[in-house]
């Protein structure tokens, strides 16, 4: 095999080349018999010729994939140009079947696949894309994966991983259940994922049933399509999950965001916006959960979101916040199990008054506007004023320097003696 067979993208020792040109490319859609545009071709090749691992190189093009393209043996590479230009489209139609499938068996796992640059198009067809079993080490790599009817992204048995720059959109069935990136109860342990977009799922955007020591890095969810089905599930198996920069867009969504049912559950960096159903929520059992710096932010002041924490009557786990920030957020946190509590450090309250007060109507303490909220609240004047005023929590009436600005503690109101303002501003204080 000569290096003139190579496409131009690259030379590679170990390869296998697969392209659209027979005369770059030792396998294509040419390829007799072929149900993979001379894919499983090349793989098989590879298998033959290189068994201590080798690489399928796959030019830019689209190529028809009209049954599953199976990776059985360790150390094999399947690699694009990049997913724009290196499009694997299936038109297999047959639920519960796979694109891809990279699989040992239940007593031998093998060390891979590692794939990159690719994107796995299901143009809405009832199949899987990417379907990952009793593997070790897998590598994915800047792979998109858009519109199967199936899982997106599956992994069951698999040990140590990483995976970086994986985009999946609308897959999933919600007759079927199947979530758009499901880890299944054989376990995935050891791995981290490095940005990670998932949206418009068709049912749940990320389950895990059994997981351990799984990092994630840099996480993006929209709403699924269908109406108000939870955007990440934890059953009960996972453990020690690391979520950092997770972002939640509700697109409205009356459900729960994030349901936790799961131990040793570390979230840093959480935002949930645009919902109006629970931020977080706890269901039962036990297991500890640790959330720094969570946003909760409802739809809209007439849409708020119902809890930005929820814990169930059977929770026995225990949830704590250090940072909590709230926007349109009708109650922070609610439990009613005896065995369980939630601790929030570091509460930032919504901003504003909740229903902004007009401005007094008068002069004297009998107009006097109390901050009726259990935290500081900053006012400004938007005009002069003379005469201020402020009662404390003690009923002490005591005069104020004539500034624009005040802060008010909890219970203390404020009045002027002479002038008062024609508008105000205020926000919350922490």
């Not at 690259?10 to 296998?16: E, I, K, R």
């Not at 490095?194 to 929209?222: C, E, M, Q, R, W």
């Amino acid at each position: 095999m000569s290096s003139g067979q190579y496409p131009p993208f690259g030379t590679y020792q170990s390869a296998v080349v697969v392209g659209t040109d027979p005369l770059k490319s030792q396998f294509g859609p040419w390829t007799a018999g072929t149900t993979t545009s001379g894919i499983q071709e090349a793989i098989d090749a590879g298998n033959a010729l290189y068994p201590n691992g080798f690489k399928v190189v796959i030019g830019p093009g689209t190529f028809d994939v009209s049954s599953t393209i199976t990776v059985d043996e360790a150390n094999a590479s399947i690699e694009g140009v990049n997913y724009q230009a290196t499009i694997l489209s299936s038109s297999i139609n047959t639920s519960g079947t796979p694109l891809f499938k990279c699989a040992g068996t239940s007593g031998t796992h093998i060390n891979g696949p590692y794939l990159s640059d690719l994107l796995l198009q299901g143009n809405s067809k009832a199949a899987h894309a990417l379907y990952v079993q009793y593997c070790n080490n897998p590598v994915l790599r800047n792979v998109n994966i858009e519109n199967f009817v199936g899982y997106g992204l599956y992994l069951d048995a698999v040990n140590n991983g990483y995976f970086a720059d994986i985009q999946l959109y609308g897959c999933g069935d919600a007759t079927n259940l199947y979530e758009q990136f499901l880890v299944d109860s054989g376990g995935f342990s050891d791995a981290s994922f490095y940005y990670v977009t998932s949206s418009n799922p068709a049912y749940t955007n990320v389950h895990l049933k059994s997981a351990a020591d799984i990092n994630f890095y840099g996480v993006a969810l929209s709403q699924p399509t269908t109406t108000n089905e939870t955007q990440v599930l934890l059953d009960s198996g996972p453990t020690r999950i690391l979520f950092d920069g997770l972002g939640i867009y509700g697109g409205g969504s009356t459900t729960n965001c994030i349901e936790d049912n799961a131990d040793l559950i570390q979230y840093a960096n959480l935002r949930v916006n645009n919902c109006s159903g629970v931020g977080y929520y706890k269901d039962a059992g036990g297991g500890s959960a640790v959330i720094t710096n969570y946003q909760a932010e409802g739809q809209s002041s007439t849409a708020e979101l119902q809890y930005a924490i929820q814990l169930t009557s059977t929770t026995t786990g225990n949830v704590t916040v250090n940072g909590l920030y709230l926007t349109n957020v009708t109650t922070d946190a609610t439990y009613n199990a005896p065995g369980s509590f939630v601790e929030i450090r570091g509460r930032i309250p919504q901003a504003g008054w909740l229903t902004a007060p007009a401005v007094p109507a008068g002069t004297g303490s009998t107009y006097a506007v109390q901050n009726t909220f259990p935290y500081r609240v900053w006012v400004e004047a938007t005009s002069s004023v003379s005469g201020t005023n402020i009662i404390d929590a003690n009923g002490t009436d005591k005069a104020c320097a004539d500034s624009s600005v005040q802060v008010l503690m909890p219970k203390e109101k404020i009045y002027y003696t002479t002038t008062v303002p024609t508008g105000w501003v205020s926000r919350a204080m922490a």
